[in-house]
Every structure is written in C-alpha cells, then in structure tokens.
C-alpha cells in the first residue's frame, strides 16, 4: 500500500515538474525544473525495475543535459547583450530585461540565426 | 494561430495520445515468445551474470556496436561546433571551498566509474553508466575551471573519441576472421571479452560526453561571441 503511494506522489511529481519546465516564465527556472524533471525520472525508473537506466537517466539526463542547457541559456544572454547593444536585428524584441518573458518566440528567434553565425 | 490557441490543440493531441496508450497497453496480446525465459535460459553461454549486460553486449551486441557509431559521430558534430569561445580558460584564481571539493570528488567519481564498469557482469552498471560517469567528472572539473584538456583536432582527442568504437569493430572482424558469425563470442572467452569492450566504450563515452559540454558554445563573461548577422525574414506572427 505504501508502495503504491509512493509512485502515485512520484508520478504526480513527474508531471507536475514537466509542467513546470514547459511553462515556466523564466529560462533559468525552466532548465531547473527539467534537472529536478530527470532526477525524479532516474526514481521512476528503478521503481520499474530498471536500475541500469536509472543510472544512466541520472547521470546524463540530470547532470550532463542540464549542464548543456545552463551553458545555452548563458550563450543566449550573451548574444541578446550583444545584439541589443549593437544594430537592431529585425526581429528583436528589444531590451535585454525581456529574457524573462516568452521563451517560445526567444528560442525561434535566436535559433534561426544560429546556424547562420556558427557558419561564419 | 494564437499561442493560446497552440496550447490547447497540442494539450488535445496529447490527452487523446494519452488515451490511445492507454487502451493499448491494457488489450496488448500475450506475446507467442517469451523473451526473458530466452535470455535467461541462454545466461550460462553470455560469459556474464547479470541479464542487461548480457543482451547488451552479448546478445544484441550489434545494436550496441551502432550505438557507438552513432556516439562517435555525435563528437564529430560537436568538434564542427567548435568556435572561439572553447578556447582554454584563462588562469583561474583558487577558490578555497570548490577547490577542496573538487580534488576530493575527482579521484572518488574515477573510481565509481571503475566499480560501475567491473561490476557490470553481475549487478546494474556497465560501460554506459560508466563513462556517464566520467563525462560527468570531467564536466565537474571543466566547470570549476580546472586546467583539463580540451577534445579538440589534435591526435590525442580523436584517438581518445574513436578509442571504442576500433575496439568494438577489431572484435567484430575478428570473430569473422575466426570463421564466425559477425560478434558470435567464444563461450568461454566471452566474459574477458566483454569486459575488453566495455572499457574501451568506457574510455570512449566518458570522451564523447565531455566534447559535447566542451564544444558547446559557451558564454565566458567578458568575451563576447561573434557578432550576429541579421536574420533574414524572420517569421511574423
């Protein structure tokens, strides 16, 4: 029985987090939520009766996954900085301040022209 | 279409996906092969005790060996990432906590990566979890700013990235050079073998892990990336 309340909270959890992740305002929090996202994930899995993915959810999943995403959201502040204090790109949506806004028009933006400057 | 409006067709499509899966996990048919009766019946020729590493790297070895392949050739796209900002730090200053951290973890995350690998014949590890665990400490001392090497064009880091994957494939030729079907291991040289392999898909992962942190683009306060093109017809909504 307790068991089974167990993986009730865990699933709750599972999705709350996803939730979160998904919808969340900021960027930084978002990537935080998808760190807590693949820890919980890694006990979903042993709960399966799956420990070696487990392992292996938790070391990448959480850890390595999490470390990229970090990195790209510092690489995304940067560019923003540097665009905002240079010409103005046709889409931008102005100051540095709105990263906290909509992240889905930001990702767009920013992913159109990355493989633009990783050409140069 | 209004973001609103995407919200609610995709949270559709994925209730009604939700719903489907449901229904077909509960009226799935009673498969005619019992798989795990097969593995475990075939356990005593896998050269190893625990069931995971066995189809891994015994049974199903070929889809393991393509699995590298396909982790080889992730290193070689993160190496056509490489841009200015994955040139080496600068001298860092000592940071007294995450220093006496770091040196204290390092050698403690080398030796679960080894226990992970050895204990992979008998108990949940393997090469995977492994050289998971090596990325991860060399991500650790790339994040502190530890003077680690980079995996970039020299000759070390590619033999380091196609390290595994040679292994693999000498085994897999030499076994149709002894006249075998391709990766059919002798049965009492089968335990050393897999244990030769999954150390060097150790070495191997732990290496393709750490180039993909390393060749990211990276931010590094007071170096400006390069300067952004203007972008083309971006989409109006």
Same mark, same amino acid.
């Given at each position: 029985?307790?068991?089974?309340?167990?993986?009730?909270?865990?699933?709750?959890?599972?999705?709350?987090?996803?939730?979160?992740?998904?919808?969340?305002?900021?960027?930084?929090?978002?990537?935080?939520?998808?760190?807590?996202?693949?820890?919980?994930?890694?006990?979903?899995?042993?709960?399966?009766?799956?420990?070696?993915?487990?392992?292996?959810?938790?070391?990448?999943?959480?850890?390595?996954?999490?470390?990229?995403?970090?990195?790209?959201?510092?690489?995304?502040?940067?560019?923003?900085?540097?665009?905002?204090?240079?010409?103005?790109?046709?889409?931008?949506?102005?100051?540095?301040?709105?990263?906290?806004?909509?992240?889905?028009?930001?990702?767009?933006?920013?992913?159109?022209?990355?493989?633009?400057?990783?050409?140069? | 279409?209004?973001?609103?409006?995407?919200?609610?067709?995709?949270?559709?499509?994925?209730?009604?996906?939700?719903?489907?899966?449901?229904?077909?996990?509960?009226?799935?048919?009673?498969?005619?092969?019992?798989?795990? $009766?097969?593995?475990?019946?075939?356990?005593?020729?896998?050269?190893?005790?625990?069931?995971?590493?066995?189809?891994?790297?015994?049974?199903?070895?070929?889809?393991?060996?393509?699995?590298?392949?396909?982790?080889?050739? /992730?290193?070689?796209?993160?190496?056509?990432?490489?841009?200015?900002?994955?040139?080496?730090?600068?001298?860092?200053?000592?940071?007294? /906590?995450?220093?006496?951290?770091?040196?204290?973890?390092?050698?403690?995350? /080398?030796?679960?990566?080894?226990?992970?690998?050895?204990?992979?014949?008998?108990?949940?590890?393997?090469?995977?979890?492994?050289?998971?665990?090596?990325?991860?400490?060399?991500?650790?001392?790339?994040?502190?700013?530890?003077?680690?090497?980079?995996?970039?064009?020299?000759?070390?880091?590619? /033999?380091?990235?196609?390290?595994?994957? $040679?292994?693999?494939?000498?085994?897999?030729?030499? $076994?149709?050079?002894?006249?075998?079907?391709?990766?059919?291991?002798?049965?009492?040289?089968?335990?050393?073998?897999?244990?030769?392999?999954?150390?060097?898909? $150790?070495?191997?992962?732990?290496?393709?892990?750490?180039?993909?942190?390393?060749?990211?683009?990276?931010?590094?306060?007071?170096?400006?990336?390069?300067?952004?093109?203007?972008?083309?017809?971006?989409?109006?909504?």
């Amino acid at each position: 029985m307790s068991t089974l309340a167990f993986d009730l909270v865990l699933g709750a959890a599972l999705v709350a987090t996803a939730v979160g992740a998904l919808f969340s305002g900021e960027l930084f929090r978002g990537v935080v939520l998808f760190v807590v996202f693949g820890l919980l994930m890694a006990l979903a899995w042993v709960r399966l009766q799956a420990p070696d993915l487990a392992l292996a959810e938790a070391a990448i999943g959480a850890g390595l996954t999490g470390a990229l995403l970090l990195d790209a959201i510092g690489h995304l502040k940067r560019r923003r900085a540097v665009s905002a204090s240079g010409d103005r790109a046709p889409g931008d949506r102005g100051p540095v301040d709105r990263i906290s806004g909509d992240s889905a028009s930001d990702h767009r933006a920013s992913g159109s022209s990355t493989p633009r400057e990783v050409a140069e | 279409m209004r973001a609103r409006g995407r919200q609610l067709v995709a949270g559709a499509v994925s209730a009604s996906l939700g719903v489907a899966l449901w229904q077909a996990i509960g009226a799935r048919p009673t498969p005619s092969v019992s798989l795990p $009766t097969l593995v475990r019946d075939a356990m005593p020729m896998s050269g190893v005790s625990h069931d995971v590493t066995a189809v891994l790297l015994n049974f199903r070895s070929y889809d393991t060996l393509l699995e590298i392949a396909v982790l080889m050739t /992730v290193a070689v796209v993160a190496l056509a990432l490489r841009d200015a900002s994955n040139q080496r730090a600068p001298a860092r200053r000592q940071q007294l /906590v995450l220093d006496a951290l770091v040196w204290r973890l390092t050698p403690l995350l /080398v030796l679960v990566a080894a226990y992970l690998l050895w204990i992979g014949s008998s108990a949940p590890g393997g090469a995977f979890q492994a050289g998971a665990v090596l990325g991860g400490a060399a991500v650790l001392l790339r994040l502190s700013g530890f003077p680690i090497a980079s995996v970039d064009h020299r000759f070390a880091s590619r /033999v380091a990235v196609v390290f595994g994957l $040679t292994v693999f494939l000498g085994v897999a030729i030499g $076994t149709l050079l002894a006249g075998r079907s391709l990766l059919e291991f002798p049965v009492q040289w089968s335990g050393a073998l897999i244990l030769f392999i999954e150390a060097a898909l $150790t070495v191997s992962i732990g290496v393709v892990l750490y180039s993909l942190f390393d060749n990211a683009p990276q931010a590094r306060l007071g170096e400006p990336t390069s300067a952004p093109s203007k972008p083309d017809a971006e989409p109006s909504r």
